[in-house]
């Protein structure tokens, strides 16, 4: 007997006209995506908060700004977001109310400590906020991490300016090309060197040394430098010390204990697009990754054109994006991203991301319950 044939028998030998329609939504729905309504795709909404989509470095309205390859995202107490404006070479902010400033640099491709535009970055990736309101740079072409005072004085923590892979201290340090950078409740400051395919640690007095992966590409789990990565490009720090990293090269979210152990979250491998769980899961060239106050992960599926989220367990799904590059904002099961690779959530749990194909920054919220950031 056909499918359509059960139904119908169901319908007028058992349940009626009211179940029926009710039977068939619930197929519909668990067809479509397998998760509970109101926590899946479709209970998100994507907005754009700033950008027009044309190249540029123009400050103002959300409607009238320009970004050059937005890359890296971080929101303060009072709900300012803060972006890394990687082909600007600058440090921009929008505010509360939607305006857009250049915060720090001067838009030429080069390397200055100063304050606000008097200062130089060659290549902001990526860009974490400290406790205190300061903002950590992975100034990738510059192979330096650069802090930023609430003032807006910007200095060197780490790094001598030439492309290498030496640990020590802050001034002799070599980065292969950092990208990626995340900052725990005692100070320290982790990066993503990916030219060197490692997981860097530069304590508050200044020393940087490798807390995972070795300088040689490949994939295993391990401990600390027995561990293999390929081309990590960012990471997050969560409240009791683990450390998550997007393993770009590898297409997986790796974890790191405070122990010093790698193991693997979920993907790993080839690239791909599937939800599941572990390495079920796949993605391809994940960049951007963030921390909600549950333990969920966010990461940018960079080559997908979507958001995923990774709970604590490792189960992977599907936030927001078609897949198709291009640019669409609505519901999440309609939108529409060209290459997104920053990520960040604000206290209230809103997720924005550097949609940098778009040249645009967007919001993602949730008509239901938000998990806060830790």
């Known amino acids: 007997m056909k499918k359509t044939s059960i139904l119908f028998y169901l319908h007028t030998k058992i349940f009626g006209a009211g179940v029926y329609l009710f039977l068939i939504f619930f197929l519909c729905i668990a067809a479509a995506n397998a998760i509970p309504l109101g926590k899946g795709i479709g209970a998100y909404i994507v907005s754009t908060i700033a950008g027009n989509g044309m190249r540029g470095a123009v400050d103002g309205s959300k409607e009238k700004a320009r970004f050059n390859w937005p890359t890296g995202v971080a929101v303060d107490d009072k709900g300012n977001i803060y972006i890394a ?95 990626g950078v995340a900052v725990d409740k005692d100070g320290n400051v982790y990066v993503a060197d990916r030219g060197s395919h490692s997981i860097r640690k530069i304590i508050p007095e200044g020393n940087v040394v490798t807390v995972a992966g070795n300088g040689f590409p490949a994939y295993a789990d391990g401990q600390g430098r027995k561990s293999h990565f390929r081309e990590p490009i960012s990471l997050a720090v969560d409240s009791t010390g683990n450390i998550y990293v997007a393993d770009s090269g590898n297409n997986a979210i790796r974890k790191i204990a405070p122990d010093g152990t790698v193991s693997t979250l979920a993907g790993g491998g080839k690239s791909g697009y599937r939800d599941g769980a572990g390495k079920e899961a796949s993605f391809s060239w994940p960049t951007g990754i963030a921390i909600d106050g549950i333990g969920n992960i966010y990461v940018c599926d960079s080559q997908n054109n979507r958001v995923r989220r990774v709970t604590p367990e490792g189960v992977v ?58």
């Open 85 to 179: 404006d990687f082909s600007n070479n600058l440090i921009r902010k929008i505010t509360t109310q939607g305006e857009v400033a250049t915060f720090i640099g001067s838009g030429r491709a080069a390397f200055t400590d100063g304050k606000g535009r008097d200062a130089h970055l060659n290549g902001p990736d990526n860009i974490a906020m400290g406790a205190d309101g300061s903002i950590y740079v992975a100034d990738a072409d510059n192979f330096r991490i650069r802090k930023v005072e609430t003032d807006g004085i910007i200095t060197t923590i780490a790094g001598n300016g030439i492309r290498g892979y030496k640990d020590g201290h802050w001034k002799t340090a070599m980065f292969a090309y950092p990208t």
């Open 317 to 374: 799904s599907t936030v927001a994006g078609i897949g198709i590059s291009g640019f669409a904002d609505g519901s999440g099961h309609n939108a529409m991203f060209n290459f997104p690779t920053g990520v960040e959530l604000d206290k209230a749990g809103n997720i924005y991301i550097a949609d940098s194909g778009n040249n645009r920054i967007r919001k993602i919220s949730q008509g239901g319950i938000l998990h806060a950031k830790r």
